[in-house]
């Protein structure tokens, strides 16, 4: 089965990317890039579509609610000459992006998602794909007419987060109905939701869906992609993983430097302070003493800090 790292705003920038490559996995979304930021011409926003030399097959998430934004956005990530595949969010349900009318609100509007989608295929010469879920909640299932919108619109391939927007990032996945959209789509379906094991996967292939994307699983164990095609558990360390995704951190921090020579890059200090934090105390999680490394993460603001903390866990391995 192929499996695919799911976007992860806040996560999945390239450095972890590549780390989840190395792990196995068969390709990879950046996380979301706002339409309206590329627009406005922003330089986080362009950050975030930036790229390491030796990851794999990667797609950019664009969202948006903007026909004329997202055309623009399409146009832009095809130019970097970086990716494979563009695909428009349509399942995000956090109120910034909601409120601006795009991720989960477009499952309201599947016409409004076929004339993004098509501002998107008119615009670029890759496969294009959408992103979303069930529907808004449980009462309605919409994802059939959407699938069947994307498709006259020109879309490649439908990715379903199997809950509805109600249910957030909780509760069960339906897998039930991901069936049914595999049966009905005239698109190819990719299955998302909840897996984190082999039982999990090997259910969310039953489905019969073309790929399984997986996000926070992957977070604390970028290996999982191999080990779930059966691969021996990764035998480097958690500090070793540590050492490694820093980095892909730093040559990452060195290559905004050099392309964006007038954008404020943060020091090597504070840019591995901060992509660090989110990832470090995830690889150490459930071993003792890691809610005291936890606190200590929370004030950590030099590299030379983060490398002294690696180096005490390597002597715990
Ligand atoms: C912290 C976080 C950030 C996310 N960011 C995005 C995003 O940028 N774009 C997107 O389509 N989905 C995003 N999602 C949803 C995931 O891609 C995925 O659909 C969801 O987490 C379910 O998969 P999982 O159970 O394997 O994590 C995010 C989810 C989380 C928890």
Redesign the pocket.
């Known amino acids: 089965m192929k499996l695919v790292l ?6 999945t920038d390239a450095p972890f990317r590549q780390m989840c490559f190395e792990g196995g996995a068969d390709m990879a979304y950046t ?2 890039v706002s339409a309206a930021g590329l627009a406005h011409g922003s330089s986080p926003t362009r950050h975030l579509m930036e790229t390491l030399p030796g990851e794999g097959k990667l797609a950019c ?1 664009i969202f948006g609610s903007r026909v004329s934004d997202v055309a623009y956005a399409a146009k832009i990530a095809t130019e970097t000459g970086r990716f494979r595949e563009l695909n428009l ?1 349509a ?2 349900p956090m109120p910034k992006v909601t409120r601006e009318g795009a991720g989960a609100k477009l499952i309201e509007n599947p016409r409004l998602i076929a004339q993004l989608l098509k501002a998107m295929t008119d615009n670029t010469d890759l496969p294009v794909t959408l ?1 979303t879920r069930l529907g808004p909640h449980p009462g309605r299932t919409n994802v059939f007419e959407i699938a069947e919108e994307a498709a006259r619109a020109g879309a490649a391939g439908i990715i379903v ?1 199997a809950r509805y927007t109600s249910q957030m ?1 909780g509760g069960p996945v339906h897998l039930e109905k991901l069936s049914e959209l595999v049966r009905r789509s005239p698109l190819p379906v990719t299955g ?4 984190t094991n082999a039982a999990e996967l090997s259910a969310m292939s039953q489905c019969a869906v073309d790929a399984v ?5 992957a977070l604390a164990k970028p290996s999982l992609f191999s080990e779930l095609k059966g691969a021996p558990p990764e035998k480097a360390s958690a500090a070793e993983m540590c050492e490694r995704h820093l980095g892909h951190i730093l040559s990452f921090r060195e290559q905004l430097a050099r392309r964006y020579p007038l954008d404020h890059v943060p020091s090597a200090d504070g840019f591995s302070s901060v992509k660090m934090h989110t990832h470090l105390f995830r690889y150490f999680n459930g071993r003792p003493g890691a809610a005291a490394l936890r606190a200590r993460l929370s004030t950590v603001r030099t590299l030379a800090e983060i490398r002294e903390i690696i180096e005490n866990e390597k002597s715990v391995d």
């Open positions: 799911a976007p992860l705003a806040g996560f996380e979301m998430q969010n399942g995000c992103k987060h990032h998302n939701g909840s897996v994307m997986i996000g926070r699983a």
